[in-house]
Structures are given as structure tokens and as C-alpha cells.
């Protein structure tokens, strides 16, 4: 006798179309991916995923829009607590690279081309939404310094840039771990390149995932 298949709930379906759009989208692109081969991947016909998403569009506007909350929130939870522009730094690093650790694939999607009609969502968005968090956390530290907090914005750009870029250059470049890339930037930036240390080490050890 045939084993009787468990039918689906619908947060279940939809939380699969979701795991498996990103996947898609992470490896072909939004242009390349069709409902075809999302259904096709999901086992289901057309009409589900259009039932749930209104079509692949819907879909990719989930899938962005959960990636930037796990970024952000990680990003914020991370900056909340420092204190020092070198902690700042190190925590950023370190909470953009975890990110990129555990969630590949939505790191994958928002780092890809978007739909031409949207723009909120996009990896460059998010970064200067991140860069305007920095920001404000180093002028406070200029103040302290007795540096014009007019230039924070400039190094908020500069600093989350640098980490951004590395962060994607590291997306395909895992030989290293993510304690010494971090250390590697933070080395950089803090030391600058007349000042570079040999062996960098982050001040504050974190456990390796």
C-alpha cells in the first residue's frame, strides 16, 4: 500500500516557494529565474506560486525584504553595543561576514542585479542605510576626540564601503576565516598602510561558528 503524502500548509508551501526562490535567484539571477522552474523546483504547478506571490516578482520582494531584516538586525545588534571607533569597527566587519557565513544565498540575491523597477532592497541601499547607523556612532566619538563631527558621514562611507567590498570579495574567497579577514580590515584601517602589524588579531575574541 502507498504511504499517504502529507499535504502541505500553506505557511509551510510558502515558506518553501521562499526557500526555494532564493536559492534560484541566488544562482541564476531575477531575469534568469522563472515561475516555470520555481514550480517546477517546488513540485507544484504555476497557479500555486502565483496564488502566494502574485508571481515571481512577489516572490523576490520576500526574499529581499527578509535578507535586509536578518542583515540589518545583525548589523544593529552589533553596533548597539560597542563603545570606541576600533570596536565599531571590528563589529561591523565581523557582522557583515557572519552574515555572508550563514546566509549565503541571501547575500547571493542581494548583491545581484534587481528588477529595474525597484530600488529599495538593493545591496547599495542597504549599505547606506548601515553607513547612516556608523555615521552617527562616529560623530559621537569625534565629539569625544575633539574632531569636527562634520566628516563622520565620510568615513561612515568609507569604512562601510571597504567592509562591503571585502565582504563580496569573500562571498567566493573562503580560504580564509572570517576572524582573520575581519582582523585583516580592521589591521587597515586602524594601522593604516604605513603601520600594518604582520600577524593582526582582533582585540575582542569571538566564538567561531
Known sequence: ??????????????????????????????DATSVEEIASRAKVSKPVVYEHFGGKE????????????????????????????????????????????????????????????????SFSSVIGDVAVKVEHLLARQFEASEMDPKWAPLYAQMLVGLISQVGQWWLDERR????????????????GMRNLRTSPSLIKATPRT
Do not use: C
Not at 113 to 121: I, K, L, Q, V
Not at 176 to 191: F, G, I
Open 1 to 30: 500500500m502507498a504511504e499517504k503524502r502529507t499535504r502541505m500548509t500553506a505557511f509551510d508551501r510558502r515558506e518553501q516557494l521562499v526557500s526555494v526562490g532564493r536559492a534560484l535567484f541566488a544562482s541564476k539571477g531575477f
Open 58 to 121: 512577489g516572490l523576490y520582494a520576500v526574499v529581499v525584504d527578509r535578507e535586509v531584516q536578518a542583515l540589518m538586525g545583525s548589523l544593529e545588534a552589533s553596533l548597539s553595543a560597542p563603545a570606541g571607533p576600533r570596536a565599531i569597527l571590528e563589529s561591523a566587519a565581523l557582522s557583515l561576514l557572519t552574515y555572508i557565513e550563514t546566509r549565503t544565498d541571501g547575500f547571493r540575491v542581494l548583491v545581484r542585479d534587481a528588477p529595474s523597477d525597484r530600488t529599495s532592497g
Open 176 to 191: 580564509m576565516d572570517k576572524e582573520t579577514v575581519a582582523a585583516h580590515v580592521v589591521n587597515l584601517v586602524w594601522n
